[in-house]
């Protein structure tokens, strides 16, 4: 089925730098979208949501940006930190069959560094 | 906020044993739960949606009698690893819904750690 793809990789930043994560996705009857952090060997970790009806909402020194024209939702961070880095993940929520499915995107590890 | 715990943070076992791993909402309730599998640096994979006093909904791909899942109280879900093997070693995580914060709520455990000799 249809999934959230996110091109992979390692962002690197320096401290107190902003970080733009990027995610694409493909299900256009998503209607709720989420971003998460998950540090190794835990599990993830809310972030921010955003619904289809928004196309912005900031939360503390995180800010996500949804473009549902080209089915892109972005997640930037401000003056980031060592202890952000961690590897972020979007997720896409949509009705399927009755029941709300999440979908993750492949994640974005981010590098911090000091 | 809502907490979810996972029980065992981290199992070993011999291959062809079976693994309980128990995922309880900790301060809500919740009527459905979520297990996925992670491998390592790989994104979560949905496996199957747990629905507390109904069969469980598996994912394409998943064997729902390898995997057996039951979800006996708006509290706590149980994944069963039956017959386990060297590729069903990977990071097993759950995800409640809160009932009382709408449908888009979703928490995560802290995940299971399973590594099968």
């Known amino acids: 089925g249809e999934s959230v793809g996110l091109h992979l990789p390692t962002l690197s930043v320096q401290e107190g730098d902003n970080s733009i994560i990027n995610c694409a996705y493909s299900?256009?009857?998503?209607?709720?979208f989420i971003w998460y952090k998950q540090e190794s060997g835990k599990g993830p970790q809310f972030i921010i949501d955003?619904?289809?009806?928004?196309d912005k909402r900031q939360g503390q020194r995180v800010t996500v940006l949804l473009n549902k024209t080209v089915k892109h939702l972005s997640l930037q961070i401000a003056a980031t930190q060592p202890g952000d880095s961690a590897v972020y993940f979007c997720?896409?929520?949509?009705?399927?069959?009755?029941?709300?499915?999440?979908?993750f995107g492949s994640g974005t590890r981010l590098q911090v560094q000091p | 906020g809502a907490v979810v715990s996972q029980h065992p943070s981290w199992v070993i076992c011999k291959s062809g044993t079976s693994v309980k791993i128990e995922c309880r909402s900790l301060?809500?309730?919740?009527?459905?739960m979520f297990w996925y599998r992670q491998f390592p640096k790989q994104s979560l994979m949905l496996m199957a949606t747990?629905?507390?006093?109904?069969?469980?909904?598996?994912e394409q791909g998943v064997e729902k009698d390898k995997f057996l899942i039951n979800h006996a109280s708006l509290t706590l879900s149980t994944l069963t690893v039956t017959s386990a093997h060297p590729e069903d070693s990977s990071f097993y995580i759950c995800?409640?819904?809160?009932?009382?914060?709408?449908?888009?709520?979703?928490?995560f455990g802290p995940g299971t750690r399973l590594t099968v000799l």
């Open positions: 955003i619904r289809s009806n928004m």
């Open positions: 301060d809500f309730q919740a009527t459905t």
């Open positions: 299900n256009s009857a998503s209607d709720y």
């Open positions: 747990s629905n507390e006093g109904s069969k469980a909904t598996y």
């Open positions: 995800s409640a819904r809160d009932l009382g914060q709408g449908y888009n709520e979703q928490f």
């Open positions: 997720a896409e929520n949509y009705l399927d069959t009755g029941r709300r499915a999440l979908t």
